[in-house]
């Protein structure tokens, strides 16, 4: 396994030195962002569920922090989060409603646009198994506070949560962030964790997808050359592959996505206000 390169590594260790603290989950709460919910003190950390999924829980006896995602359709009102030890409670808390703006792209492959009765039958299976790993959620708790860029962007391609639509029909919405970087630049893992799943999909490409615990599930989706192996431990900074524009893409950029208890988020959420400022700087 490849480590981060050295011109790199500083940049990295320059950020996690900031710390910075003020994390943009403390934001009100909208629909495809992040609820920070407080939890009643306790000795022991807590378990908590939304939606009929394990939360993230963080912090140090006795207190605690549940860090919830919020569906992209789910529409503005009170939300509940059902606490199930060390005492049963029911924890309201209200999120806003955001509309994400449309975007139409024009691609030349039609198969990207309308697969065969063979092509989707891979990609139903591939569905599938993306599906089970983002629904994955193990005791290890992720470091939030050192999440980093998983690449240098020269420039952000397409934001969370867009309306998308290819060659005039609708799709799902954008689950992530697409980073506009140069073909065959190195891409780190922003987080230590296990790396899930490391192969080539219709759609994505070749992709990595890595579970940081308690339900903090990351994707990478068209890179040229993978890395890393499904199984496989891998610290902070380790590299997993290079940039490319396999799969459905019009060119090379990496496509970021970040799951919380099953729920895709926006990733810049989980970064600090001076990476934030690099994406807001090249949009």
Known sequence: MKT??????????????LNL????????????????????DSDSRPQASYLGHPVLIEGQSPHWQAIVGIPLDRPAGTEYLEVSSPQAARLAFTISHKDYPEQHITLRNLHMVNPSAAELQRIHQELSE????FAIFDGR????????????PTALDSAFGLRRFFNGEERAPHSGLDLQAQEGQAVYAPLGGRVLLSRDLYFNGGTVIIDHGQGLISMYCHLSRIEVAAGQNLAAGAELG??????????????????LNDVRIDPSLLLDAGQRQQLTGHH
């Open 4 to 17: 981060m390169a050295q011109n790199i590594k500083p940049l990295f260790l320059a950020l996690a030195a």
């Open 21 to 40: 603290s003020c994390q943009a989950w403390t934001v009100a709460p909208i629909n495809g962002g992040i609820a920070q919910v407080t939890l009643p």
């Open 130 to 133: 993306e599906r089970q790993d």
């Open 141 to 152: 708790t992720p470091a939030l506070a050192d999440m980093h860029l998983p690449v240098q």
């Open 242 to 259: 290079r940039v490319g524009h396999t799969g459905r893409a019009t060119g090379p950029h990496l496509h970021w996505s970040v799951s």
